[in-house]
């Protein structure tokens, strides 16, 4: 194994990624003008960011959307020297790097175009798990904002999804905490540098952070810190899950910019409606209105619309004594669904005589306890 090697496996150009490597890819993501897309597409035209830092301007400005403008700062020895910085600070941190070709990159950011080709980790962070969601929302978040979001991360829990938000106030650190209180690994993406924690009022969760997950950045430690730097680490919270949940929002905010990403991605959207007098729902029922997200009425939507499956994850015994687990209303559809096999959502509640809504968050419950299992196409079915 090459010395200094900092990242292992990798699924083409680089396989092992070296001190070297990492020098010259900060060297390129340092220059001026070179964003990540931009980045990519040299890279992938050379072979590697050494590569195209040795080769010829005159070979480069022949590359589809690369100007004279875009490589007039390339080959200044200031972007080496910057880069050489910027390792001793990874070092002397303890900080991880994923590069966008490795294997350990996450999966479902590889496939947006403007990810970022390095991303910066502390902590615990373990990918392998298959589900992974983002909740977002307002930093005004009122106390029913609180309730939903608590109550939705604890009924997500058997399915052990990751749960991703941006580390700020209201609905994001509600996230976070909902997360680490039902011991699933949360991953908080910031927009600024590990040199720094914003807000510092929650220095106090960075430990718990980074010891059931971690954070995700793609911002050097110098990178000064910048309002305008939330809107680009929106998009690393969007593109880590395949949803995002927005909590509360008003007709404008941050939130509202992670859905159109998530949209813009094609990953499903989620939104909590409420009254159209809440400011702090307009956001959310304009999401709504127009079929930018899902409507988000109970938990049981999320693994619903998703697909997900609960026999993946856990494998609860059914017990003898299944009736001393289940209240009336419950008794009464487990009794229909013993009768009459897979039935829908609807048929379900005109049968049993009861509101949708009422039975929905039933049918939940009785997933939870092992009882049935949801399918394809709004059915039901016992296990």
């Known amino acids: 194994m090459p010395k200094n090697a900092f990242i292992v496996s990798s699924l083409s150009i680089i396989k092992i990624m070296t001190e070297n490597d990492l020098l010259h890819t900060l060297a390129l993501h340092h220059v001026n003008n070179i964003g990540d897309i931009i980045a990519k597409r040299l890279i992938n035209h050379c072979g590697s960011a050494q590569a195209v830092l040795k080769e010829k301007k005159q ?33 002397n941190n303890n900080i991880r790097v994923r590069y966008f070709e490795e294997e350990n990159y996450p999966e479902k950011l590889k496939h947006c175009i403007d990810a970022p080709i390095l991303l910066f980790e502390s902590g615990n962070i373990n990918l392998k798990q298959s589900h992974i969601i983002s909740i977002v929302g307002t930093r005004k978040i009122t106390t029913n904002g609180i309730v939903f979001c608590e109550e939705l991360v604890e009924k997500l829990t058997p399915y052990n999804p990751i749960i991703v938000s941006g580390f700020a106030y209201g609905t994001d650190i509600t996230a976070h905490k909902a997360a680490l209180k039902n011991q699933l690994q949360t991953i908080a993406c910031l927009a600024h540098g590990f040199n720094t924690i914003y807000p510092k009022t929650h220095k106090k969760y960075v430990v718990d952070v980074e010891k059931n997950g971690g954070f995700f950045t793609d911002f050097w430690s110098i990178d000064k810190f910048d309002k305008n730097n939330f809107l680009k680490r929106n998009r ?148």
């Open 59 to 91: 070979n480069l400005i022949k590359i589809d959307g690369i100007g004279s403008v875009i490589l007039n700062n390339l080959y200044k020895k200031q972007h080496l020297n910057e880069a050489e910085k910027e390792i001793e600070f990874i070092k």
């Open 236 to 383: 690393i919270i969007a593109g880590l899950s395949e949803a995002t949940i927005v909590i509360e929002s008003a007709q404008k905010g941050g939130s509202l910019v992670t859905a159109d990403i998530a949209n813009s991605y094609n990953r499903d959207v989620f939104a909590v409606p409420g009254r159209v007098s809440d400011s702090q729902s307009a956001g959310c029922n304009n999401l709504i209105k127009y079929q930018k997200a899902h409507i988000l009425t109970t938990p049981l939507d999320i693994p619903y619309i998703l697909n997900w499956k609960l026999e993946d994850y856990t494998k609860p015994a059914i017990q003898k004594q299944l009736f001393v687990e289940l209240d009336e209303s419950e008794k009464i559809i487990y009794n229909y669904l013993k009768e009459n096999n897979k039935q829908q959502l609807d048929g379900i509640a005109l049968n049993c005589n009861m509101p949708i809504f009422k039975v929905a968050s039933m049918l939940l419950n009785m997933e939870l306890k092992g009882v049935l299992r949801p399918l394809p196409g709004k059915l039901f079915e016992l296990v």
